[in-house]
């Protein structure tokens, strides 16, 4: 009984979901924008991250890629931010808007020791 239940509330959230226009902000002055992405081709396969980093009139300043070996999609993702961090930091960039689309991502951020064991590390150097 539970099972049907559930597999209504699951067709029900599908068919009601919601869509909306979502649009690129330049950054306020004196600010860069960092966007960044990681993505894996299977859970705890090959995965890859890229980024960008744009001015505030949106110029791109930098751009980067890079595979990884075996990764989850989280991992990918933070990898991704990671990556994108340290390259601001080498770059002197101090004052930096982060955007990316990974709202699991954003939950681990926010919360102190939050997710699996295998995140802490790179949660830790994010962090700081």
């Known amino acids: 009984m539970q099972q049907k239940y559930l597999e209504f509330r699951f067709q029900k959230l599908y068919f009601t979901r919601k869509y909306e226009l979502i649009f690129w902000e330049k950054p306020e002055e004196g600010w860069v924008k960092l966007n960044t992405d990681g993505a894996s081709r299977g859970n705890s396969s090959v995965a890859g991250v890229s980024g960008i980093i744009r001015n505030h009139f949106g110029e791109v300043l930098l751009a980067f890629q890079e595979l990884l070996r075996i990764a989850s999609n989280i991992q990918a ?14 770059r002197g960039f101090i004052r930096v808007w982060i955007e990316l689309d ?17 995140y802490q590390l790179i949660l830790q150097q994010i962090k700081e």
């Open 77 to 90: 993702e933070l990898s991704a931010l990671h990556r994108g961090l340290l390259i601001c930091k080498e």
């Open 102 to 118: 990974a709202l699991s991502v954003l939950q681990l951020l926010k919360k102190p020791l939050s997710g699996a064991w295998q």
